[in-house]
């Protein structure tokens, strides 16, 4: 296994039931969340075939043509972030080039007598599928794994809280409704020349509580620690956890939402990862947590809504020619 400037934990000893070892887990998380927010995951329960056999749907569906993956496009979805979203249609880093990928975006699939969607909540409602006789077994595929990656993010959360010497369920009641977001994300190859400053996702942070990664061998997924760009190697097995900007405003700056961004500079190879943004209910108040502030070290941020940040953030990062 190839090594990594990241910490590496083992969450297995977390599903047991000896505190002691809870506890040392919560204690190596919390060092790894107020130095850069990153950290590799092993032992975090997610069966290997079921991410394999999503990265194979996902190469299968990233190989039709253009033309047929726009029946899905983000803009059909009726206001919603569902669906593909072509190179061009994203700049994480203002200021730079459209970001080189294209992705495909779904969600918590919410029919019509759903009660956030009848509400109006936005960004809640139904996917969009792509036709089961082009990626036969994706949706079956895509909600196997939505489950399977609930509950890890509904583990992480708690050893979060535990690590924040906060009773392990503090983060429940945030979780009631959530809008996790499945994105499975391609990157063509990119030469190493390139003169116009596009890369594959330009520099950004994370948007909201928690990010887990899965990303095939390729790699090129960085993060900047002190002003420099370090690599995060691959590692089978693995996962990449990191921290979004709702959790640094949760715990007053304690923890860190880090910068980073993807150079895919492997000469004519492509590059799949699957992201898991374990976003919290669209209407939970996010404030300073307790234990995160004194009177020497007053509350840096106002309250602000998890959903509004979110879609807000949308909004900033999609191109104007492109919405």
Sequence with gaps: MPDSPLPVIDLAPS?????QALHAIAARIDAACRRDGFFHVTGHGVPLALSHHLFMLSRRLFALPEEVKRRWHVDLSGGLCRGFDPV????????????LKESFYL???RG?????????TPNHGPNQWPDEALVPGFQATVEAYQATMTRLGR???GLIALALKLPREHFEPFQRNPMPVLRLLHYPPQSASRLDGQIGSGAHTDWGG??????????????????????????????VVNLGDLMQRWTNDRYRSSLHRV?????????????????IDYHAQVATLPGCHDASDPPRYPAITAGEHI??????TTLPEAA
């Design 107 to 109: 969600g918590v699939d």
């Design 311 to 316: 879609v807000e953030m949308y909004r900033r």
């Design 263 to 279: 150079v895919n500079r492997h000469s004519g190879r492509e590059r799949f990862s699957i992201a898991w943004f374990h976003d």
């Design 210 to 239: 928690l990010t887990l990664l899965a990303q095939d061998e390729s790699g090129g997924l960085q993060v900047q620690r002190e002003g420099e760009w370090i690599d995060v190697p691959p590692m089978p097995g693995t996962l």
């Design 112 to 120: 019509p007598w759903d009660a956030l969607v009848r509400a109006g």
């Design 155 to 157: 583990h992480l959360m």
């Design 88 to 99: 061009g249609w994203q700049a994480l880093e203002s200021g730079r080039p459209a970001d």
């Design 15 to 19: 599903f047991g039931h000896d505190p």
